[in-house]
């Protein structure tokens, strides 16, 4: 199996501060791999060091089996990290000129890729009059228009409405699926990270807390939901296998095959059941969990940025 990113050893410290912590990873060729976790978990360090950018504290970090910064390597590599920013007197289509240029990529599809991340009518509007979102729309064309092998990004949606951050999910997965792109992903929107991405790797101080397929991590956590009244009558028959989920409802966490016993009982002991329905289990519940078994410290932010 290739690898695309690998990391051995990981440490990055900012004074006190332990950004990664002897952190080791390999992450496959092919596909969307999703990188998660809460501000100052370590996934903008570990982007900036495998980018040549940072330099670790120990360990090493290598791309399709090159060094970390190795030149070769990069020209296989798109990347958009945190919030790009432009020169603001160039138009889109010219900071994409000049970006050509400098990587060498003379035959780059300029026009196609601007229409494709939805910026074809504002190709030639000075990038100082583009919103939060449109930056990142000219940032993720502009890690995608030299055709690279590999492309990590960073927040890609960040600042975008919910119809650009639909047509950047399907930008990725077109990538992914049909290109061959491999495509590692930081984002906190949870919901999407579900959607694109077949693995992910949450990280808590510097460390992987949890790692797996999507559907692996999610196995097992379905939730019955109950809406009935008394409630309290509900959450009592449950004991530690319910908890409250608003008002007049109830989470369940039992097998699907106990569903007809608990109905039952909880009919025959007078409880008005309005509605009864199988919650699947979502990323975000899984990471939630993964977190509160790992609590976070508050690390400062030094001058390079979130940590």
Not at 169 to 175: E, G, M, Q, S
Request: glycine residues 10%; charged residues 25%.
């Amino acid at each position: 199996m290739s690898i695309a990113l690998e990391a051995t050893g990981l440490t990055k410290t900012y004074g006190a501060v332990r950004a990664l912590d002897d952190f080791s990873i390999a992450v496959p060729t092919g596909g969307v791999f999703g990188v998660l976790g809460p501000n100052g978990a370590g996934k903008s360090t570990l982007f900036r060091i495998a980018l040549g950018l940072v330099r670790p504290t120990s360990g090493s970090a290598r791309l399709f089996g090159a060094p970390a910064g190795d030149l070769a390597a990069l020209r296989r590599i798109g990347a958009m990290i945190e919030t790009p920013r432009y020169p603001p007197y160039l138009t889109a289509r010219d900071t994409l000129r000049m970006l050509a240029l400098e990587s060498g990529c003379h035959d780059a599809d300029i026009n196609g890729w601007l229409e494709r991340v939805g910026l074809g009518g504002a190709a030639d509007r000075p990038t100082s009059g583009f919103s939060v979102g449109m930056k990142q729309r000219l940032g993720l064309a502009a890690a995608f228009f030299t055709r690279p092998e590999l492309v990590i990004l960073d927040e890609p949606t960040s600042g975008m409405d919910p119809a650009g951050i639909q047509e950047i999910r399907a930008l990725i997965l077109d990538l992914a699926q049909r290109e061959g792109v491999t495509i590692i992903l930081a984002s906190h929107q949870l919901e999407e990270v579900k959607r694109v991405c077949d693995r992910v790797v949450i990280l808590s101080r510097g460390k992987i807390a949890a790692e797996g397929a999507v559907d692996a991590l999610t196995a097992g956590q379905a939730r019955l939901r109950i809406v009935a009244s008394p409630i309290a009558q509900v959450l009592a028959t449950l004991g530690d296998k319910g908890q409250a989920d608003g008002e007049d409802a109830a989470l369940a966490h039992i097998r699907r095959e106990e569903t007809p016993a608990l109905i039952r009982s909880l009919v025959e002991a007078g409880v008005e059941i309005t509605e009864a329905r199988w919650r699947d289990a979502d990323l975000e519940g899984v990471y939630l969990k993964t977190l509160e078994q790992t609590p976070q410290d508050q690390a400062p932010q030094d001058q390079t940025g979130t940590i």
